[in-house]
C-alpha cells in the first residue's frame, strides 16, 4: 500500500467480515460508585477552611473572596501540590468521583485546518444527547506543543505526553517508524494510567459522541474490557469480531494491567504492525484466556463506524470515521453524519441516518 500523510492515530483499515448485527446489547447499566474518599480532595478542603477562617475577620464580611494583599501572612502559604506528579494531577482533576474518565490523543494534524477534527469531536458533545457534562471529563493527551496550546486555548484538560527522542510534531506517514513509535507510545501511555487506578474510556478523536456511551456500556464489574468492532458479527462474547482501538471502555485492575503490559511487552516482536493489530492478535492467543481479561465486543448499532453503520438514529451512541484514510476526508464525511444527526433532533425524522455514502472516505483509498 502506498503510503500517504495522515494524522497520528487512526487510519482505520478495512475488516471484511460477515455481518449480522441483530442482537442488540443488554446496556442496562448498573450504578456502582465505588465512592473513593480522595485525600488531596480534604486536604484542600481542610486547607481552604483554615483560609476562610483567617481571612474573613479582616475582608470586609466577603469571606469567598481573597484578602487584600497585605493581610496575606507568609506563614499561612500552603504548598498545594499535593500531588505525585503533573500526570497524577490531572487525572485526579479530570476524572469522575469513581476514578474514570475519557482521554483522547491529538497532534498537530488533529488541531489544524478550516474544521479540525478536535473541533469536530468537541461539536458532537454539544450537540449529543447528554454528552455536554462529559467534557468536564475529557482528557486531551498532546504530543506536541501546537496541539498542546490549541488543546489549552480551547479550556480543555490537557496533558502534553512527552517522549525522548521522537519528534511528533508533523503529521506522520502512515506506517512508517515514528507512525508505529507514536501508537507505542500512545499504549504505554495508557498503561500508566492503568496502573494509577482509572479506568476509561480512550476514544479516537474521529469519533463522533452523539449520546452518552455510559447508557449502553456495562458498568459493574463484568466486563474488563468492552471495545468497538468494525463489523459486528452479532455475537458480544465473540473473538471473531475485528476489533477496533479507536473506541473502549478499560477498567483498571491487575488483569487490564497485565495485559497492557503484554501488549506493549509485543512491541518489538510484530514489526511493522499496529497496535490495533497485535491487540487483536493477543485477545485470539491461548495465553489470552489465562489473563482472564472478560471483553465484550461492542455492537455497532450503538457503537457504529463508516466499516459498517448504524441504520438506527435513536440506537446510536457514537460513530467513528473508520474505513477512511486521510483526516480530510473524515471530516467531510462526518459533517454529513452531523448534519443528519441534527436533522434528526429538529425533525424527529429517523429515515436517512445511516444511508449516506461515506463518498470522501471511499476516495480516500484511491491512488492519488
Ligand atoms: C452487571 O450488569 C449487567 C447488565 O446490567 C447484568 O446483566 C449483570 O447481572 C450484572 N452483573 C453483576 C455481577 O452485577
Ligand atoms: C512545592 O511547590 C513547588 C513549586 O510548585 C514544587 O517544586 C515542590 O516540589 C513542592 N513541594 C512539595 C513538598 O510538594
Ligand atoms: C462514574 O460516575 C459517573 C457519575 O458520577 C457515572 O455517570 C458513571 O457511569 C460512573 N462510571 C462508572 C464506570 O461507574
Ligand atoms: C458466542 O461466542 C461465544 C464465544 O465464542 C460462544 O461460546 C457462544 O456460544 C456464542 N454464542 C452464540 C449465541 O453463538
Ligand atoms: C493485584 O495485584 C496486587 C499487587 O501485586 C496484589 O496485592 C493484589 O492481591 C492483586 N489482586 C488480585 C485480585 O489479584
Ligand atoms: C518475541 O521476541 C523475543 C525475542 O526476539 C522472542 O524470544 C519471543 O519468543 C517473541 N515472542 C513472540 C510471541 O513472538
Ligand atoms: C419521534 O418519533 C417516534 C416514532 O416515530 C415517536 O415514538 C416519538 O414520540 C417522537 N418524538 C417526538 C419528540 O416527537
Request: hydrophobic share 40%; charged share 25%; net charge positive.
Amino acid at each position: 500500500m502506498k503510503s500517504s500523510a495522515v494524522g497520528v492515530m487512526d487510519v482505520d483499515d478495512h475488516h471484511d467480515q460477515p455481518l449480522s448485527s441483530t442482537i442488540k446489547s443488554m446496556g442496562i447499566w448498573m450504578k456502582k460508585n465505588v465512592r473513593v474518599f480522595d485525600v488531596s480532595v480534604l486536604s484542600l478542603l481542610f486547607v481552604g477552611l483554615i483560609y476562610i477562617f483567617l481571612s474573613s475577620p479582616s475582608s470586609n464580611n466577603k469571606p469567598f473572596l481573597p484578602p487584600r494583599k497585605p493581610h496575606c501572612h507568609p506563614t499561612i502559604m500552603y504548598n498545594m501540590s499535593t500531588y505525585r506528579d503533573e500526570l497524577e494531577e490531572v487525572l485526579a482533576k479530570t476524572s469522575m468521583a469513581n476514578k474514570s474518565l475519557i482521554i483522547a490523543v491529538v497532534n498537530k494534524a488533529y488541531v489544524e485546518g478550516e474544521k479540525s477534527m478536535l473541533e469536530m469531536f468537541l461539536d458532537s458533545f454539544w450537540l449529543g444527547e447528554n454528552t455536554r457534562a462529559l467534557r468536564d471529563h475529557l482528557l486531551i493527551v498532546t504530543v506536541d506543543q501546537t496541539s498542546y496550546e490549541r488543546c489549552k486555548f480551547l479550556g480543555l484538560h490537557c496533558y502534553k505526553l512527552e517522549t525522548n527522542g521522537v519528534d511528533f510534531v508533523g503529521e506522520k506517514l502512515y506506517m512508517s517508524a515514528d507512525f508505529i513509535k507514536m501508537m507505542w507510545r500512545r499504549t504505554l501511555f495508557l498503561g500508566d494510567v492503568l496502573k494509577r487506578g482509572y479506568n476509561f474510556i480512550f476514544t479516537d478523536t474521529d469519533v463522533m459522541w452523539l449520546r452518552n456511551p455510559f447508557s449502553r456500556l456495562i458498568l459493574n464489574e463484568t466486563f474488563d474490557l468492552q471495545i468497538s468492532t468494525d463489523n459486528f458479527n452479532g455475537n458480544e462474547s465473540s473473538k471473531a469480531n475485528p476489533i477496533n482501538t479507536g473506541f473502549y471502555m478499560v477498567r483498571s485492575n491487575n488483569k487490564t494491567i497485565a495485559l497492557f503490559n503484554t501488549w506493549y511487552s509485543r512491541k518489538d516482536n510484530f514489526t511493522g504492525m499496529k497496535e490495533q493489530d497485535v491487540l487483536q492478535a493477543i485477545i485470539r492467543e491461548p495465553m489470552f484466556t489465562g489473563l482472564g481479561v472478560n471483553v465484550r465486543f461492542l455492537d455497532t448499532l450503538y457503537f457504529s463506524g463508516f466499516c459498517q453503520d448504524s441504520r438506527d438514529v435513536r440506537a446510536v451512541v457514537t460513530v467513528h470515521a473508520n474505513c477512511c484514510r486521510s483526516i480530510s476526508a473524515k471530516v467531510a464525511d462526518l459533517m454529513a453524519v452531523i448534519r443528519d444527526w441534527k436533522r434528526f433532533k429538529s425533525t424527529n425524522e429517523s429515515l436517512t441516518f445511516g444511508s449516506t455514502e461515506h463518498l470522501a472516505c471511499r476516495n480516500s483509498w484511491r491512488r492519488h
